[in-house]
């Protein structure tokens, strides 16, 4: 297991970067590092063999390869004997090398979490940008097979790097129609094959932050009429990443071309450095379905969570059919201007030290 120094840890935290406009980091930046201590972490890397050999890394490859060129074919740039095949043998020897992050308590909610949001696949609303057919498979470490009746909720900012759902002064140019529509949001129950699939945007950068969208497993909710989710547990809190030169191709498309909000890249995200440590690797795989970012994008990723961890992240806001109202007390309330530990509690054997006082 790969231990992240408190020495790193207590440079990062030197460096005081802002996680998004008057907030700070170091709460995130130590609730990470718990993570990677943790002595029970396992990653998907640690499946590797179970997963390999079970003959469900081929599955899937074969499975995405099979979606991503019907994706292709349905939008004209393939016939459907075309189909582009890797080697099945090179897939299962990086399997786990890239493209794949770890269970636990591993980043952050954020302040802008809208809790009751709908059960559906299709999350643009009438968004524009790089649509996204998101591809996310689970598994459980401790066990190495699929979770199949999870629901994986997915958030990201619009592409100009605002957040629906919420009026902040943080969020975007903190304007009050992003709260009325509940875009870029939503959840899906993983399957047979522990898999759950999106159609969404790459998300807009916003101060402080690289591109990112937010993830949190839930297990053993209740399906409620109005097709939300009610109780159960919460496993994994995460977060994924596009690859920095695609990202800034990306980034030269509109709308995002349009978005005047500071740019921070992957390299000097404190959060995305951590992210990667460990062996995880929380970057997206992204493939073009067509000749140019335009015509769409496949993207992959699989999860590995311990369904029995429990985190216990904080919504600032639920969604209703009257829009995103405030959830009582919320520790996220008035983020940045004001928050009550921002979700995070340090853990008990770091208390006497000054890191994360700032
Ligand atoms: C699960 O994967 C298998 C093997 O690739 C595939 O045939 C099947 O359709 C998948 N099931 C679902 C529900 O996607
Ligand atoms: C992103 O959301 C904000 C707030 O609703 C809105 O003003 C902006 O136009 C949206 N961006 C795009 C590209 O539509
Ligand atoms: C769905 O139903 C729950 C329980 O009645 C309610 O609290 C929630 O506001 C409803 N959500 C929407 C979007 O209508």
């Known amino acids: 297991m790969v231990h992240f120094s408190q020495a790193f840890a207590a440079a990062l935290l030197a460096s005081g970067v802002v996680a998004h406009p008057g907030g700070n980091t170091n709460k995130e930046i130590l609730r990470r590092q718990a993570h990677l201590d943790h002595p029970e972490r396992r990653s998907v890397q640690s499946c590797k063999r179970d997963l390999v050999e079970s003959g469900w890394v081929r599955e899937q490859h074969l499975r995405r390869e099979a979606r991503l060129h019907e994706l292709r074919v349905a939008a004209g740039f393939a016939k459907p004997e075309d189909i582009v095949r890797r080697d099945v043998g090179e897939v299962e020897d990086e399997y786990g090398v890239s493209a794949a992050c770890t269970l636990d308590p591993e980043a952050t909610e954020g302040p802008y979490w809208v809790i009751g949001e709908l059960i559906r696949q299709d999350l643009l609303t009438g968004e524009k940008g790089a649509v996204t057919h998101l591809d996310i498979n689970v598994v459980d470490t401790s066990t190495c097979k699929p979770v199949t009746d999870a629901y994986v909720e997915m958030w990201g900012t619009n592409s100009t790097g605002v957040y629906t759902g919420v009026q902040a002064r943080g969020n975007g140019d903190g304007s009050a129609t992003a709260i009325a529509t509940n875009a870029l949001r939503g959840l899906q129950k993983t399957g047979t094959n522990g898999t759950a699939t999106f159609i969404t945007l790459i998300p807009g950068h916003y101060v402080g932050r690289t591109n990112h969208l937010h993830t949190i497993i839930h297990h053993g909710a209740t399906l409620l009429p109005n097709n939300t989710i009610q109780g159960g547990t919460i496993s994994h809190v995460g977060q ?119």
């Open 240 to 358: 994924f990443y596009v690859e920095q030169t695609f990202l800034g191709q990306v980034e030269k498309t509109a709308p995002y071309n349009t978005n005047k909000q500071a740019q921070t890249t992957n390299a000097q995200d404190m959060l995305f450095n951590m992210g990667k440590q460990g062996g995880d690797d929380p970057v997206l795989k992204i493939s073009l379905i067509g000749s140019t970012i335009e015509d769409g994008l496949y993207a992959t990723i699989d999860v590995g969570v311990n369904p029995k961890a429990r985190q216990n992240p904080q919504p600032v806001n639920m969604w209703t059919a009257q829009g995103g109202k405030p959830v009582p007390n919320s520790p996220w309330t008035g983020y940045p201007d004001s928050c009550r530990y921002c979700g995070f509690r340090p853990p008990r054997k770091e208390k006497k030290e000054v890191l994360y006082e700032a």
